[in-house]
Nanobody, 125 residues
Framework: QVQLVESGGGLVQAGGSLRLSCAAS????????VGWFRQAPGKERESVATISWKGGTTDYADSVKGRFLISRDNAKNTVFLQMNRLKPEDTSVYYCAAGVGPYRYGTSPREYGNWGQGTQVTVSS
């Protein structure tokens, strides 16, 4: 079982940047896709960005394309989400999760498990 811990959230003004980290322990992340997801109060959890096990494939929600960048460092068992030009509508709790099986890739939250506890991102206008 892998444990994921998110960090890097906080309060930032619109137009600013944050870098989220998702650190894994208990098992190597390298054979697994990893995703960043977010859920605002009263809304469904949505996919923000996903990355395949080697990092060769990435996908982004339309709302963050060109502003967010997902990357991974398998040697450090960590996945990152660089968030630039943040908007108030990016305010949410951000979660990372690992794919439910090795060497599989998808973009739906249903294809991910081992969810972290989440990190709050608040963007002020």
């Amino acid at each position: 079982q892998v444990q994921l811990v998110e960090s890097g959230g906080g309060l930032v003004q619109a137009g600013g940047s944050l870098r989220l980290s998702c650190a894994a322990s208990g098992r190597t992340l390298s054979p697994y896709a990893v995703g960043w997801f977010r859920q605002a109060p009263g809304k469904e959890r949505e996919s923000v960005a996903t990355i395949s096990w080697k990092g060769g494939t990435t996908d982004y929600a339309d709302s963050v394309k060109g502003r967010f960048l997902i990357s991974r460092d398998n040697a450090k068992n960590t996945v990152f989400l660089q968030m630039n030009r943040l908007k108030p509508e990016d305010t949410s709790v951000y979660y990372c999760a690992a794919g439910v099986g090795p060497y599989r890739y998808g973009t739906s939250p249903r294809e991910y498990g081992n969810w972290g506890q989440g990190t709050q991102v608040t963007v002020s206008s």
